[in-house]
């Protein structure tokens, strides 16, 4: 995905400001300046749980 930073309607508030209005976000808390993805979790977070860990990379690793 590509970092999405500042991409959003001035009609919809964004409190991470990670370019994913409130509305539509499913990760609130993402930190400042990471790549997202089209729902405003990080990019890697599988489990969208907010971070990338251990467990997003045993989905990753279900792929294979």
Do not use: I, K, W
């Not at 409190?15 to 890697?44: E, I, K, Q, Y």
């Amino acid at each position: 995905s590509v970092p999405t930073q500042g991409r959003t309607s001035p009609v919809d508030s964004d409190s991470d400001d990670d370019g994913v209005g409130d509305a539509a976000d499913a990760c609130l808390n993402t930190p400042l300046g990471h790549c997202v993805d089209s729902v405003g979790c990080l990019c890697g977070d599988a489990d969208r749980d907010g971070d990338v860990d251990l467990a997003d990379f045993g989905e990753f690793q279900a792929c294979f």
